[in-house]
C-alpha cells in the first residue's frame, strides 16, 4: 500500500486527532472542579462576621445621628406651632427659614450617610472577596483543581463539587484580615 504526500498528512492529521481526544476525555475523568459560595463564606467565615459586626456599627452610628437631627427639626415645627400665634411676622418666618434650613441639613447628611455606607461596605466586601478568592486560588494550585468558580457563575452543579465549607474552614484557621 503507498500513500501519497498528501495522503500522510491526512494519516498524520487523524491520528493527532484521536491523540487529543483521548487525552481530552482522560483530562475530563481526573479534572477537578469546585464551587465556592461567596455569599455563605461572608456570613459564616469569622472575618466576614466581623466585616458584617463593623457595617451595622457604622450603619447604627449614621442612623443615630439622622435620628437626633430628625428629633431636633420635629421640636423646632412643635415650638413653631405652639408659638406661632404670638409671634410677629418676621420671627415666624426666621423660624421657618430655620426649620427649613435642617430640613435641607437632614437630607443632605443622609444623602452622604447613604453613600458613604455603600462605599464602606463595598470596600470591606471587596477586600474579604480578594482574600477569599486567593485562598480558594492558593487551595485550588495546591489541590490540583482544574477550575474554581463562584457559585452565582454556575448554573447547576452537584453538591459533591461545593468547596465553601472546607474554604471556610481555612479561612478561619488563617485568621482573614477583619479577625
Same mark, same amino acid.
Given at each position: 500500500?503507498? *500513500?501519497?504526500?498528501?495522503?500522510?498528512?491526512?494519516?498524520?492529521?487523524?491520528?493527532?486527532?484521536?491523540?487529543?481526544?483521548? $487525552?481530552? @476525555?482522560?483530562?475530563?475523568?481526573? !479534572?477537578?472542579?469546585?464551587? *465556592?459560595?461567596?455569599?455563605?463564606? $461572608?456570613?459564616?467565615?469569622?472575618?466576614?462576621?466581623?466585616?458584617?459586626?463593623?457595617?451595622?456599627?457604622?450603619?447604627?452610628?449614621?442612623?443615630?445621628?439622622?435620628? !437626633?437631627?430628625? #428629633?431636633?427639626?420635629? /421640636?423646632?415645627?412643635? #415650638?413653631?406651632?405652639?408659638?406661632?400665634?404670638?409671634?410677629?411676622?418676621?420671627?415666624?418666618?426666621?423660624?421657618?427659614?430655620?426649620?427649613? *434650613?435642617?430640613?435641607?441639613?437632614? #437630607?443632605?447628611? #443622609?444623602?452622604?450617610?447613604?453613600?458613604?455606607?455603600?462605599?464602606?461596605? /463595598? @470596600?470591606?466586601?471587596?477586600?474579604?472577596?480578594?482574600?477569599?478568592? !486567593?485562598?480558594?486560588?492558593?487551595?485550588?494550585? +495546591?489541590?490540583?483543581?482544574? $477550575?474554581?468558580?463562584?457559585?452565582? /457563575?454556575?448554573?447547576?452543579?452537584?453538591?459533591?463539587?461545593?468547596?465553601? /465549607?472546607?474554604? *471556610?474552614?481555612?479561612? +478561619?484557621?488563617?485568621?482573614?484580615?477583619? +479577625?
Amino acid at each position: 500500500m503507498k *500513500i501519497g504526500k498528501f495522503g500522510w498528512i491526512g494519516v498524520l492529521g487523524v491520528m493527532a486527532g484521536v491523540l487529543v481526544f483521548s $487525552l481530552s @476525555a482522560r483530562a475530563a475523568d481526573v !479534572a477537578k472542579i469546585g464551587v *465556592i459560595d461567596f455569599q455563605k463564606v $461572608l456570613t459564616e467565615s469569622e472575618a466576614g462576621k466581623a466585616v458584617q459586626g463593623k457595617i451595622q456599627e457604622k450603619g447604627r452610628e449614621m442612623e443615630k445621628s439622622l435620628t !437626633a437631627l430628625g #428629633q431636633e427639626i420635629e /421640636a423646632l415645627s412643635e #415650638q413653631m406651632t405652639r408659638e406661632a400665634m404670638v409671634m410677629d411676622k418676621g420671627k415666624r418666618e426666621e423660624k421657618q427659614r430655620e426649620i427649613e *434650613i435642617k430640613k435641607y441639613d437632614f #437630607q443632605s447628611l #443622609q444623602k452622604k450617610f447613604q453613600t458613604e455606607f455603600r462605599e464602606i461596605e /463595598a @470596600a470591606e466586601v471587596e477586600k474579604l472577596q480578594k482574600e477569599i478568592f !486567593a485562598l480558594a486560588e492558593k487551595i485550588g494550585k +495546591n489541590e490540583g483543581y482544574l $477550575l474554581i468558580i463562584e457559585k452565582t /457563575a454556575a448554573i447547576y452543579y452537584p453538591t459533591s463539587i461545593d468547596m465553601t /465549607a472546607g474554604l *471556610i474552614e481555612e479561612y +478561619n484557621k488563617k485568621g482573614g484580615s477583619a +479577625n
